[in-house]
């Protein structure tokens, strides 16, 4: 079987549940997911994951996330893009440089947002976007997000260019409409690109086109995304061991808090990951990997 991961460039138009559809069919693969949503208008970086990679899914959602950003003024839609129905008109001014500027370093560091209505967060049982879809809004409770950092790179009449790089469940179109409240003036994202998913970037993707015609080069390593994780090479003695779902003893690996680690057999092969507490040098399976 194939596992592995794909840096898939996002086409504007599609799903990422349509790139997933794409890649089953060119690898003649069932098990195969993606980490981290991109709304259908927008374009860029969809780590997707075929074969025992999809195991490993749920330690790549947590890396920071970098975006470009168009924010367009003048009206607001439903959706909080160009895509949705408009809202609201108005008759603005752009400000100057140094105003915007200064209301786009407002937001950096550790913040409040309200998720969209258009999103794809449940309450009681219900997708926002169904409800919203339905003419129904509902209180949204905020939620605690980190903005590491946000550079303008363009302004015009209408529009703001400006490059950010956030925490895991950020929206990038509440973002703008937070931005609009602070300039006095209706606005919709008309643009996004995502250029980095933590160590996936905008440079390395593939195009779906070049998966196509060349499906091998795009493949990469089950462990690619997991270098946050600290690397321990097991002895030949107690591989098997960890294999078998056995906790093991590594007294020569000291770590500050509780850890998840990737774990190696001699020959470097990735066979799993690990957890290891402060208070005892047991590291206990979390996931134990099949050599294919």
């Not at 969809?46 to 950003?69: C, F, I, N, Q, W």
């Not at 779902?245 to 066979?271: A, C, M, P, W």
Request: some cysteine; charged content about 20%.
């Amino acid at each position: 079987m194939t596992s592995g991961l794909i840096n898939v460039l996002k086409p504007p138009g599609m799903t990422s549940h349509d790139v997933v559809s794409f890649i089953r069919r060119t690898y003649h693969l069932k098990r195969v997911g993606h980490a981290g949503t991109l709304d259908p208008a927008a374009s860029g970086v969809l780590p997707v994951a075929l074969g025992s990679a999809t195991r490993l899914l749920e330690y790549m959602t947590d890396t920071d996330k970098s975006y470009r950003v168009e924010l367009t003024i003048g009206y607001e839609t439903d959706t909080g893009d160009d895509t949705g129905t408009i809202l609201n008109n108005a008759v603005c001014a752009m400000p100057v440089k140094s105003e915007i500027e200064k209301v786009l370093s407002s937001f950096i560091g550790t913040i409040e947002q309200i998720p969209p209505m258009y999103s794809a967060i449940k309450i009681q049982g219900k997708k926002l976007y169904e409800l919203a879809r339905a003419g129904i809004t509902v209180e949204r409770q905020p939620r605690i997000i980190t903005i590491h950092n946000i550079t303008l790179l363009h302004i015009d009449d209408t529009r703001i260019l400006f490059d950010v790089t956030c925490s895991k469940g950020t929206y990038i179109r509440s973002l703008c409409s937070d931005i609009g409240q602070k300039i006095n003036c209706p606005v919709v994202m008309s643009f996004l690109v995502r250029t980095r998913v933590g160590d996936f970037s905008l440079e390395n993707s593939f195009t779906l086109q070049e998966i196509e015609s060349n499906s091998p080069i795009a493949l990469l390593p089950l462990d690619y995304a997991l270098g946050y994780m600290p690397k321990v090479i097991l002895t030949p003695e107690i591989v098997q061991a960890f294999q078998y779902g056995q906790s093991i003893i590594n007294s020569t690996l000291t770590v500050s808090k509780q850890t998840f680690l990737r774990i190696y057999d001699q020959e470097h092969s990735f066979i799993g990951i690990g957890q290891i507490n402060t208070d005892a040098a047991v590291i206990t399976p979390i996931k134990v990997i099949k050599l294919e």
